[in-house]
């Protein structure tokens, strides 16, 4: 895997992160960042950790593109893996809802790399055309697993890193406007529910 290669695929992985992908995994990202009493090194280390567990599949993704693409596809088809996926957002929109803040808090801070991983499995439209062009330029398990890790690494530069700035003052905006975390809670739980949704509705 030359480097011309890796580096296509890196700022590619920038331009999606910073529109499609900043989106689609926004709206997974924002609920598990807000908190009450935040504070910006939590968020910055969630970061980390989501985009953390990105990379990881895209890593793994694109090994697996470039040992054989029907392993991939497999996997992405995987009802078992939906159902996963849809039980895991499902369970942590219930917890969401009812668990002391400490708990949650805590329980955020260990589940947001599995989050991360998670999304990175997820079939979407801009991952689907990386997946073809690396069915093209990759022939091994080794060069398929870099050119993944270059695509993921550009795919954490984007907008929402300015959560980690923005999210300590949301709980002061929303106790502003609607005096109470009850809401702030709930909103976060939809987020989960909706995407526990997509996941069982891929399935049937």
């Known amino acids: 895997m030359n480097w011309h290669i890796l580096t296509n695929l890196f700022f590619s992985g920038m331009i999606l992160g910073s529109s499609v992908c900043a989106l689609s995994c926004g709206w997974i990202f924002i609920p598990l ?3 009450k ?3 910006i090194k939590r968020s910055f280390i969630k970061f980390c950790l ?3 567990g990105k990379i990881l599949s895209y890593t793994v993704v694109g090994g697996l593109v470039g040992y054989s693409a029907s392993y991939i596809t497999a996997i992405k088809n995987s009802k078992i893996f939906l159902l996963v996926g849809g039980l895991f957002f499902f369970i942590l929109g219930i917890l969401n809802l009812f668990l002391p803040d400490k708990i949650m808090i805590h329980l955020k801070h260990n589940f947001t790399g599995c989050a991360g991983i998670i999304m990175g499995f997820v079939p979407c439209g801009a991952l689907a055309g990386v997946l073809v062009y690396l069915a093209y330029v990759a ?3 080794a060069s398929g697993a870099m050119a993944g890790f270059a695509f993921g690494l550009g795919n954490a530069i984007n907008p929402l890193i300015l959560l980690i700035f923005l999210a300590p003052k949301f709980p002061q905006w929303f106790n502003g406007i609607v005096k109470s975390q ?3 809670r709930i909103a976060g739980s939809l987020v989960f529910f909706f995407w526990a949704g ?3 509705w891929k399935i049937s």
Do not use: D, G, P, Y
């Open 198 to 200: 997509t996941f069982f």
């Open 182 to 184: 009850k809401i702030c």
């Open 37 to 39: 009493n935040l504070n």
């Open 139 to 141: 022939n091994t398990f």
């Open 33 to 35: 960042v807000f908190e």
């Open 50 to 52: 989501f985009h953390a």
